[in-house]
């Protein structure tokens, strides 16, 4: 399922990365990687913060749909 649909305070674990390379790049910069541990910290329409590896960053509700968990 795509990080949208996960609700807050839950954790999850990344299965999959969908996009293009550059995409895929940038966001595994950012800390998404397969296997690595994220949680929900606030979603306000369909935007995010979240938690990966104790760093708190916010991505909006496209790349959110491309990460899945």
């Known amino acids: 399922m795509p990080l949208t649909m996960v609700n807050v305070g839950e954790k999850k674990q990344v299965k999959k990365i969908n996009g293009k390379d550059d995409t895929k790049k940038f966001l595994a910069n950012l800390g998404f990687v ?5 949680t929900v910290i ?3 329409s369909g935007n995010m913060i979240v938690d990966v590896k104790s760093s708190r960053i916010a991505i909006d509700k496209k790349m959110a749909n491309r990460i899945m968990v």
């Not at 397969?34 to 994220?38: L, R």
Request: charged share 40%; aromatic share 0%.
């Open 42 to 44: 606030s979603e306000i």
């Open 34 to 38: 397969e296997g690595s541990e994220i």
